[in-house]
Nanobody
Framework: QVQVVESGGGSVQAGGSLRLSCAASGYRYSRYCMAWFRQVPGKEREGVAQIDNVGHTGYVEFVEGRFTVSQDRAKNTLYLQMNSLKPEDTAMYYC???????????????????????WGQGTQVTVSS
């Protein structure tokens, strides 16, 4: 059974940093596209960053240059390093996994919630001004 569990959220002042982790289990991690999403109450869940089975990464424009997605395959763990945080980054952050269109862990070009089948419970990030 595929499981992903996020951790590392918290409260930080604007300009600060946080690192989120996502521990994956129950599947062959290397054959999955992994992604981070975020959501604030009343708004749709939006993609943040993703990484595929060979380490290719993708980011949405509003985090590029500030956030870095990475993975440690030996630990089956996905990370999101968030620097220069802004109050508008406040959200619940979710980790998601999917085998991708080929079934081999390549990601699609866009980071869309509907393309991911496995989700964690989320970890809250709060950035104060």
């Amino acid at each position: 059974q595929v499981q992903v569990v996020e951790s590392g959220g918290g409260s930080v002042q604007a300009g600060g940093s946080l690192r989120l982790s996502c521990a994956a289990s129950g599947y062959r991690y290397s054959r999955y596209c992994m992604a981070w999403f975020r959501q604030v109450p009343g708004k749709e869940r939006e993609g943040v960053a993703q990484i595929d089975n060979v380490g290719h990464t993708g980011y949405v424009e509003f985090v590029e240059g500030r956030f870095t997605v990475s993975q440690d395959r030996a630990k089956n763990t996905l990370y999101l390093q968030m620097n220069s945080l802004k109050p508008e980054d406040t959200a619940m952050y979710y980790c998601a996994a999917d085998r991708g269109p080929s079934g081999l862990g390549y990601c699609r070009s866009a980071i869309r919630p509907g393309d991911f089948g496995y989700w964690g419970q989320g970890t809250q990030v709060t950035v104060s001004s």
